[in-house]
Structures are given as C-alpha cells and as structure tokens.
C-alpha cells in the first residue's frame, strides 16, 4: 500500500514547527572573489583576498554547535534532516565562467523555500553556490518519494554573466554613505539581466509572501515568484538603511501572527507598512545586539542577534549570549531557549539561517484581508 503521509507542509514562519533541515559546515570554504561576493565583504574585512577551506578547528566547532542545536530540536520532538556536504574545495565552471571554489552548505534558508507542499530551490546570485542544491537533493529525493502531494520545485538557474553585475559597484573604496545611498534609490551590485533570487529574501505570511529587493533577489526574481505562486500575493520590501541588503531574516522577523521585530537601522518605509498595518500588525524595534562586532571571517552583520527561530507562537530560539534579544522576547510572553551558536555565525548565519522548515501545523491562511 502507497504511504500517502503529508511529509511537507509550511505556510509561514511560526507555526509549531514539526520537522526541519539543519546545515552542516563540512568543507565550507571562504569564496573566491566573484562580482556579487565582492560587494557582500565590507572594505575593513579580514575577509578580503582570502578564499579556500576554513580551518579544520573552526568547521568542527560550528559542527559541534549544529549537532547540538539539532539536538536541542530533537529533545522538542522536531524532526531533524541533515544535508550531504559536496566538495565544496573545487574548481567549477560554466560554459560563461570558472570560480575557484563552492561555500558550503550550512544555510539551507538560503537555498530552499518550503511554501505548502512545495520546496523550491532558489535560483542563487553567487556563482559559489550555483552547486549548492546538491546537498539537498538527496533529502529532497526522499521527501517526493514519500508524500504523493510533494512538489519538488527548481527556479530557472540563471546564466551569471558578468552582464548581471554592474562592474562600476566595485570599481573604487566606496564609503558607507554612498552605499546608503545607493541602497535607497534601489541601485545594487545585481542587474535586471535575468531572475535572481535567494530563498532566504523571502518571509512567509500564509497568502502573502513578503520579498526583499537587495544584493541577491532583483525585481525579475520577485516577478518570477509572483508568476510562479499565482495563489499567493507577493510584496516587494526594502530597507534603506541597509548597506549590505542581503537576506530579509536580520532586518524583519515575524515572531507570531500580529508581531514582527524589525532592525531599528534598517526600518521597512512608511508607504511598505500600511499592509501591516491596515492588518492590525505590530511592528516593533528589535533589541539592540549584545555585540560590537560580528564574529571574525563572518558574513553577517551583529544584527544576526534578531535572526530567531520561532518553534510555536509562544516558543523561540534565541543565540545563547544574545541577552537583550532574549529578554524582549520574554516580555513579549515567548518561552527564550538560548542556544548557542555564535562561533558557527562564519559559516552562513544565525538559528534562522542554518535552517529550512519542511513541515510546520497549520493551513493556508490570509493574515492580511485588506490589502
């Protein structure tokens, strides 16, 4: 008899959470330069000129802080899936071009979007990451062979040209105030060549999907989502105060229906809040970080701080020494789990981040009647 289990099912970001992917950080390497990773690496980074595998001592800590996490979910009675790392220490190419490297594949948020029973793979705007899926398709495999309603979706994989760059975005030291302003008139490293988009650039709110226009999701990569979920109505975002606009899950967290926490140097524009709050939402400041600096070799900002998984609308994961997020939420009636994971931040992100929702509660919902 054919097991007609409902393996896959999400339709937003906080619904109790009953099954999830959590990334691994074997073999992730720091990239070679590449036109859209160059503008991602602030001009005082250690970062710079560096690429190849990150160092045995860091990639087993992050693992180790991973499997704990993961053990922290499992002791809740979430389901934990594990991706299969690829070598990501090789040269790849294209018929258009060659890169010295892969990264890893510690942030699935970044790669897949689990809306329904659908999980796509996002297109990608890193010629690093073109590859990265692979460490999903096994588990990917085996979701579609055992729930007959799975949809196992691929963007079109864009061709990443040196025509989707502008070359001019790197061309010299460019302080923090022209990014600014370039972030505010929407001018970024990425071109309208072809649909661009990364997974983690969009927040699910039932029949509404919320996008952010920045480094890695372009406006084609928006209008290809709004084509491809034609049951859903999609919304473009941006936050003006963000130099370095790449993935929405630092600047706005939707912590449970009618409660989101947005970054205070980076607040969504009056015009882009009416839906929220035309809907009765409330969208506070996050708490500030408890840390100056990000962690070294990282990515990320120290705003990762507001990057919390939601197990239920009264549960979340906060990093361990992120006392002052912490204790927002908390007032807020949210049960805190701290975890700690800073010393993984490097490898692709926070608790948000190194996750992908397969299977949370709940039904399609419309959280926004007045649009």
Known sequence: ???????????????????????????????????????????????RGKFGPRTKDTVDKANQLLDD???????????VDRPTAINFNQKISTPDWVAETMFGCMPPRDVLLTVGNEILEATMSYRCRWFEYLCYRPLLKQYFNSDPNMRHESAPKPRLTDADYRKDYLSEKIGIQKRLKWTEDKFFVTTEEEALFDAADV??????????HGFTTNLKGIDWLKRHYKDHRVHA??????????HIDATFTPIKEGLIIN??????????????ENNGWEIIDAAQPAHNEPP???????????????????TVCVEKSEKYQAEQLDKLGMEVIPVELRDA??????????????????????????Q
């Open 237 to 246: 975002v941006n936050f003006p105060g963000d130099p370095y606009p790449i």
């Open 203 to 212: 927040l699910r709110f039932g029949k509404d999907l919320i996008v952010q």
């Open 296 to 314: 070294p070799l990282c990515y990320s900002s120290v705003w990762l701080s507001m990057n919390v998984l939601v197990l239920d609308p009264k």
């Open 1 to 47: 008899m054919q097991n007609t289990k409902t393996v896959v099912n999400s339709w937003n970001e906080w619904d109790p959470l009953k099954h999830v992917i959590v990334g691994r950080a074997d073999g992730t390497c720091i990239p070679a330069p590449e036109p859209a990773l160059d503008a991602k690496v602030p001009e005082n980074s250690d970062m």
């Open 345 to 370: 931040y490097a490898f692709g992100g926070g608790l948000h981040c190194c996750t992908a929702d397969v299977y949370r509660e709940g039904n399609l919902k419309d959280y926004f009647p007045k």
């Open 263 to 276: 970054n205070p140097q980076r607040k969504l524009p009056n015009d882009q809040r009416k839906l929220f």
């Open 69 to 79: 996490f993961s053990n922290i979910l499992i002791k809740k009675g979430i389901k």
